[in-house]
């Protein structure tokens, strides 16, 4: 996505130029994924009306049914969520998915006392990175406007609430996203809940400083796709290609940077219940996807496919399925306490060299 400096003036499209998410459209010949839908057939709208009632029968008024049907039918949710959450109810059910409506009710008044009363130390640094966010869509393109100010009161909010992470650049992604389903103290608390846990934290630690966990899930995704993919495997390596240079943002952002928006909400469905192994499976759907056409690449040509994968790839019917056939739990486990001994190793070694220098 193309920055715009924080004191550039943004010239806010007209509402006919927008996708059906609020997007810019892009100005090419193939129509866009994120535009608005065909006109649906009244089969289709009745099969649509049907699963939102559905949904709403399982998560009652207000989620007010949730946790009970969650406990009695586990399986059922898990694959209502993998094939999508309507829209119209995305963003009450990512609430109760995460928890983070409970932390809303047992806190109340701590959001507003956190954007009125308190101060943060990365407030400048909050303020340069908003224009950057999301800067094609409609809620966010007016400088100093409702998004924006919703946006900075989110993220200055969170750095007082968790002062040992504070603001880092990425937060943003994930802050901008919610706003769009949500209202600002909704999205805070949805914020904590990904950091700090309610039923699960499934960001935690992520932010911290060196972004260590990141480092983690790079060394963890390399393993796994040398061991689906050895072809590849062995032409990044000639190629001298490493995950870190087109993988980070995928952990970071959990694919809300620059991936096409519908894509990346079906994601993000799953990735509020399953945890962050959804990002590792579809990393490998991408890659296998793609794999007969990546295998003959040069390094040049390998770096941009790997930024700018193919719109039939970014399909979530074709991808995301493809993304659930790879088992990888077991084995993610396996290779974290592989990394963590490796690194254990070289802590340890550092550590004592020191103590030697010092000596």
Known sequence: MEKKRADESVQVSAPGRLDRFGFVKQEHNSPSPDGPPKNKSALEYQREQKRVRKWRKMIGVGGSDWKHYVRRKPHVVKRRIRKGIPDCLR?????????????LLMNPGVYEQLVIYETSASELDIIRDISRTFPSHVFYQQRHGPGQRSLYNVLKAYSVYDREVGYVQGMGYL??????????????????????????????GLYLEGLPLVQQYLFQFDRLMREYM??????????????????????ITVF??????????????????????IVFKVGLALLKYCHDDLVELPFEKLIHALRNF???????????????????????????????????????????QKQLQLG
């Open 91 to 103: 963003g009450l059910v990512w609430q109760l998915i995460s928890g983070s409506r409970d932390l």
């Open 175 to 204: 802050a901008g996203l919610l706003l769009l389903y949500m209202s600002e103290e909704d999205a805070f608390w949805l914020v904590v809940a990904l950091l700090k846990g309610a039923v699960h934290a499934p960001m935690e």
């Open 230 to 251: 050895p072809k590849l495997g062995e032409h990044f390596t000639e190629e001298m290609i490493n995950p870190s240079m087109y993988g980070s943002q995928w952990f």
């Open 256 to 277: 809300s940077y620059s991936f096409p928006f519908h894509l990346a909400l079906r994601i993000w469905d799953v990735f509020l219940y399953e945890g962050v192994k």
């Open 310 to 352: 193919p719109d039939d790839a970014m399909d979530p019917d074709t991808l995301l399925p493809l993304a659930y056939s790879f088992k990888v739990s077991k084995r993610l486990e396996e290779l974290k306490q592989e990394y963590e001994k490796i690194h254990g190793k070289v802590a340890e070694s550092k550590s004592k």
